[in-house]
């Protein structure tokens, strides 16, 4: 079994739709990471968090420690963010375990 | 914007070959990690490195692994005689706290394809 599960694994939708990705994780955790991993590879470090709920412009993360559950969320969702999205849960001090990703596509 | 660089961008070698990935973290961090993917998996962790030594690693990092920060800047990892599952892609990242205080910043990538 994966320790840290997302959902869905591929999501398509159009331009302007709101979006979601979840992640639960079995482990105990200190934080967790969203990430975007463009269509070349690299990676890029959305938001971390450890309580509660994040902003930033059209991205918003939240996470319930107690449910072991986290949502990544899109507002008016644009061709741009197609990518895949990557959430990471950290064990202990420094190993991060990442989930397998989910590839979202944005049709215009 | 800083940002971590990472040479080759992709390197091909012959099995058996040994190869050394490098990595120029952000000039103040502190911290610092090599991910893998394999083709068509997730990313999975490596090693993280603080204050000269490794601070953890997988199980993936075995004694064909190791790094090095030789000389302040660069940070590398070099994989001593490489087996055709070595084939990946290979984050180097660094953050100026530990990763569960702080940002991840990671570089482009390397692509290790071993023959």
């Known amino acids: 079994k994966n320790e840290v599960e997302q959902s869905p694994q591929n999501l398509t939708a159009q331009e302007g739709e709101f979006i979601t990705i979840n992640c639960s994780y079995s482990?105990?955790?200190?934080?967790l990471h969203w990430l975007q991993q463009h269509p070349g590879g690299g990676i890029v470090s959305l938001f971390m968090?450890?309580?509660g709920k994040k902003k930033h412009g059209r991205l918003i993360a939240t996470i319930n420690i107690q449910e072991k559950h986290s949502s990544l969320h899109i507002t008016a969702s644009h061709p741009r963010d197609s990518a895949v999205y990557i959430c990471?849960?950290?064990?202990?001090?420094?190993?991060?375990?990442f989930g397998q990703g989910t590839r979202l596509t944005i049709n215009p | 914007e800083p940002e971590v660089t990472q040479t080759p961008s992709h390197q091909v070698t012959q099995m058996g070959q040994e190869v050394i990935l490098r990595c120029v973290p952000i000039?103040?961090?502190?911290?610092f990690y090599w991910y893998r993917q394999i083709l068509g998996q997730k990313v999975e962790f490596l090693v993280s490195?603080?204050?000269?030594?490794?601070?953890?690693k997988s199980e993936i990092f075995d004694d064909q692994f190791s790094v090095e920060r030789p000389d302040g800047s660069n940070f590398t990892l070099k994989i001593r005689s490489t087996k055709l599952e070595d084939s990946a892609m290979y984050f180097c990242?660094?953050?100026?706290?530990?990763?569960?205080?702080?940002?991840?910043?990671f570089g482009e990538g390397s692509r290790l394809t071993v023959l």
């Open positions: 990242a660094s953050s100026g706290d530990r990763a569960h205080t702080g940002e991840l910043f």
């Open positions: 482990v105990g955790i200190s934080a």
């Open positions: 968090l450890s309580s």
């Open positions: 990471a849960v950290l064990q202990g001090a420094q190993k991060l375990v």
């Open positions: 000039s103040n961090h502190l911290y």
């Open positions: 490195f603080y204050n000269n030594e490794i601070s953890e």
